[in-house]
Each structure stands twice: as structure tokens, then as C-alpha cells.
């Protein structure tokens, strides 16, 4: 059962049997797992009318909003615990938090990260499928000087290292900025029986064995998750080993960029754990691609048009990335 049904987009690539869902309508909740709104201003965690709904602020004034719907494979129930919103429908849990501005986010990413895990294993879905964390500020300093990216990682690492053994593994995830300020984080896990493969890129240092100089804790996420015939993506950049490359060059960090998620999905990468083989750019859908300098976006769109599929669903989002070098990042899921 797919876990996204749909993420609207904007009105050029908007299909005919997609329509953008104006504020005040809503289709049928109860086969809603939660939404994720795409906006301007951004809004923190509720239920509304039943559903767990937050607003990310990851869009301008000029570009029309999206919203990101995951479906639910059964019957839903939702709740709200302290900060935590989160609905379950048998299959899978979906848990989104704020964590407020402030001067440092260390501990208060620790403490979402380990509130959030202690309700997804008291639920029984211990097995995190894909994390989002929308890091407002992500390359700017906190009271401490130390870039909050890597302030932010500090803490989730902390807590993965807390629920280690509970919480099963690291998946993949994107940490990206936004336009707005504070952390919105949101994931799906499973439960503990659901086969869940996660994956590592033969053209890339894991994440969490970064060293050092690139912060007291390196970032906790795999490249891909594959659970349940679904391909979950990370958000995946210019980087060979542990180097961004091509700064500076928007063309070259595109093609870098490609070459590591078509590797990534390659027969021989994911191959390994799937057994019918790989996959090719061609086959990717929910597509977000993040470019920090929005001069880059009309050729990076131009260069998408002719990778990826007419049909795939792709949004275009122009916030800070979580390396200052970086100029381009793409996440996306095979469904
Ligand atoms: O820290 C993360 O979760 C992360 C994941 C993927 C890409 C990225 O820039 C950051
Ligand atoms: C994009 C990024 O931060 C990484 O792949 O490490």
C-alpha cells in the first residue's frame, strides 16, 4: 500500500486527474493517513478534523503551495500527545513535531527525537521507514556559533543512540532548510515485522560515518529505505566520499547529483535487496528537488524534463541545503 498518494503540484505540471485541494475542502479523511502542506508561512502540528496536518514553510509568495497526502492502508487512528501529532492504520504510524526557534537545538532534538520514539515503540511500529527534518536556518549559526545543522544533528543522534536496539535502524531522510524558522519534523515507521532493507551508496561515505569536521555528530540516515516494494530516496546532493564537488558549478552538481541516485538504484545497489533488480531515473515519482540559488532554477528544471518520467510528479523548492556549497539536492520514492 503506498504510503503517499499524492503531491499536488504546480498548476503547469498539475495532471488532469489531480486537483489542487483549496483551503476549507477536503477529500474523503478517512482514507488519510496524514497531510503535509507546502505554504508560504507553515503552521505547527494539529489534528484537523481528525487528520495530523502541518504546514511547512518551503514556498514564496510567487509559487503556488502543494500539499503532500499520505494514504492509509486501514482504518486510522489519530491522537496528539504533548507536541507529538500521529495517526496509525494498522500498517504504518506517521508522527510530525515542532520544535520552536531558539537559541540552541541540541537538546530539544533530542527531546522530540526521543519523545517521538518512545510513542512509535509503545505503538508497536519501531521500524522508521523515512524521516523529513525541515531545519529553518539550517546553514546560519545558533547562540553558540556552531551551524545549527550540525546543532541539530547533535540531538538526533543522541536519541537514535538512546533507542538503540529499540528503534530499529536509521533510515533514509532528508534534512533540508526552509523559509521559515524552528524544526518540522515528520516520518512514517512500520511495525517490527515489516521487511525494511535500507541502503548505502557504493559513491558515498554512510552519513553516519562522517568524520568529524563536519560536526560533533555526524547525520543519522541511510541513503534509501525499500519497504514493502517501496523505494524511499533520501535527499541526495553533489557528494562523492564525504565531498561536496563542483562548488559553485549548478551543472556539474546536477549531474554528480543524478549519477548518485541512478547508482544508488542501480540492479547492482538495491539489486541486492530487491530481488526483481534496480530501478532507473526514469521510474521515480514524488520527486522534490531542492535548489538553493533560485537563478539555478530554470536549468535545473530543464535538466529534470529530461531525466525523469513526463509522468513523474516533481516540485521544485528553493531553500538553503544543508552544506553551503551545495547548490542542488533530490529525494524521491519508487512506488
Ligand atoms: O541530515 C539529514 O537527515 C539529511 C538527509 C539527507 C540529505 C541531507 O542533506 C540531510
Ligand atoms: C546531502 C548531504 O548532506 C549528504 O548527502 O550528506
Not at 51 to 73: H, I, N
Not at 122 to 139: A, E, F, K, S
Not at 327 to 334: D, F, K, M, R, T
Request: charged share 25%.
Amino acid at each position: 500500500m503506498p504510503s503517499f498518494v499524492d503531491l499536488r503540484n504546480s498548476p503547469s505540471e498539475i495532471r488532469p486527474n489531480i486537483k489542487f485541494e483549496q483551503q476549507g475542502e477536503h477529500s474523503d479523511s478517512q482514507n488519510i493517513l496524514a497531510r503535509v502542506a507546502f505554504e508560504k508561512n507553515g503552521f505547527a502540528p494539529e489534528l484537523h478534523k481528525g487528520v495530523p496536518t502541518l504546514g511547512v514553510p518551503m514556498t514564496t509568495e510567487t509559487e503556488p503551495g502543494f500539499q503532500e497526502v499520505f494514504a492509509a492502508s486501514g482504518p486510522v487512528v489519530a491522537g496528539r500527545e504533548g507536541n507529538l501529532v500521529y495517526a496509525v492504520d494498522g500498517r504504518h504510524l506517521f508522527c510530525a513535531v515542532q520544535v520552536v526557534e531558539r537559541d540552541i537545538y541540541r537538546d530539544a532534538a533530542r527531546i522530540a527525537y526521543d519523545s517521538a520514539f518512545e510513542l512509535a515503540t509503545r505503538l508497536g511500529y519501531p521500524n522508521i521507514l523515512r524521516m523529513w527534518n525541515l531545519v529553518g536556518g539550517i546553514i546560519d549559526d545558533n547562540a553558540d556559533g556552531v551551524e545549527i545543522y550540525r546543532d541539530f544533528c547533535a540531538g538526533r543522534s543522541e536519541a537514535f543512540a538512546l533507542w538503540s536496539g529499540r528503534i530499529l535502524h536509521i533510515p533514509a531522510a532528508t534534512g533540508i532548510g526552509t523559509r521559515g524558522n524552528g524544526v518540522y519534523l515528520y516520518f512514517i515507521s512500520g511495525r517490527a515485522d515489516a521487511e525494511v532493507h535500507h541502503l548505502e551508496n557504493p559513491r558515498q561515505t554512510p552519513a553516519y560515518h562522517y568524520p568529524e569536521s563536519y560536526g560533533p555528530k555526524s547525520p543519522s540516515f541511510a541513503r534509501a529505505t525499500f519497504a514493502d516494494g517501496i523505494l524511499y530516496i533520501s535527499g541526495t546532493a553533489s557528494i562523492l566520499g564525504d565531498e561536496t564537488v563542483h562548488k559553485g558549478d549548478i551543472s556539474g552538481q546536477v549531474d554528480v547529483t543524478l549519477e548518485n541516485i541512478a547508482t544508488l538504484i542501480s540492479t547492482e545497489n538495491l539489486g541486492k535487496v530487491r530481488p526483481e533488480g534496480g530501478y532507473s531515473l526514469q521510474d521515480l515519482d514524488l520527486i522534490k528537488v531542492y535548489v538553493s540559488r533560485p537563478e539555478d532554477i530554470p536549468y535545473v528544471r530543464s535538466r529534470c524534463k529530461e531525466v525523469f518520467s513526463p509522468d513523474a510528479r516533481v516540485v521544485y523548492l528553493n531553500v538553503d541545503i544543508c552544506r553551503p556549497d551545495l547548490l542542488v539536492e533530490i529525494e524521491a520514492i519508487v512506488q
